[in-house]
Nanobody, 119 residues
């Protein structure tokens, strides 16, 4: 099974930027979609942005116009460029890959990377 490894998290001041990376151990071309989720303390995991195989993207309203997802199929990597970061963006960010089957959807998760936005 493909494994996902995130990196790039850290501590940043409000208004700052970070770029997260997610490297897959195998090809990401076969997945229906790649996505970033986040989970803040005491809250449920929520979708940040999903990119489907055809390039269609769906951003959460709270990050639209600030965050940008991209992918490099040759490097089996997806990225999340985060600009104008706010304290409420503080969370563990998870990379996700979705594989569609006739009767189910399989989700693969990375281990997560912590993003802390604080002065």
């Amino acid at each position: 099974q493909v494994q996902l490894v995130e990196s790039g998290g850290g501590l940043v001041q409000p208004g700052g930027s970070l770029r997260l990376s997610c490297v897959a151990s195998g090809s990401i071309r076969s997945f229906y979609a790649m996505a970033w989720y986040r989970q803040a303390p005491g809250k449920q995991r929520e979708l940040v942005v999903q990119m489907e195989r055809d390039g269609y993207t769906n951003y959460s309203g709270s990050v639209k116009d600030r965050f940008t997802i991209s992918r490099d199929n040759d490097q089996n990597t997806i990225y999340l460029q985060m600009n104008s970061l706010k304290p409420e963006d503080t969370a563990v960010y998870f990379c996700n890959a979705k594989a569609l089957f006739p009767d189910r959807t399989d989700n693969i998760w990375g281990q997560g990377t912590q993003v802390t936005v604080s002065s």
